[in-house]
């Protein structure tokens, strides 16, 4: 049974900084693409960012909104995917997902949300 599993979430001044783990489990991980998504109140989910898989050199791709602020790393060996924020806004809180996608990048519209797999989602609420 595939199992993602978010953690890190939580309240942040604007300005600061917060790290997101996503602990995956049941699944051969360094095999996957992972993403992370974020759904504020009252919006559609909407992509931030996504890393390769194994193999093809660590690729990454981010949103607009986020980029030149967050980053998503992996460590392949404990399973887990992160996403760094910093440089937080008010308008980055939302529910944030990790999913888990097996397709090639490439292959794929990595910025869509069509993945295989999905975690429960971890809350992060930044004040202004």
Known sequence: QVQLVESGGGLVQAG?????????????????????????????????????????????????SVKGRFTISRDNAKNTVYLQMNSLKSEDTAVYYCAADIAPWGRVDVRSDRMDYWGKGTLVTVSA
């Not at 095999?31 to 193999?55: C, D, H």
């Open 16 to 64: 600061g900084s917060l790290r997101l783990s996503c602990a995956a489990s049941g699944l051969t991980f360094s095999n996957y693409r992972m993403g992370w998504f974020r759904q504020a109140p009252g919006k559609e989910r909407e992509f931030v960012g996504t890393i390769s898989r194994l193999g093809i050199g660590s690729r990454t791709d981010y949103a607009d």
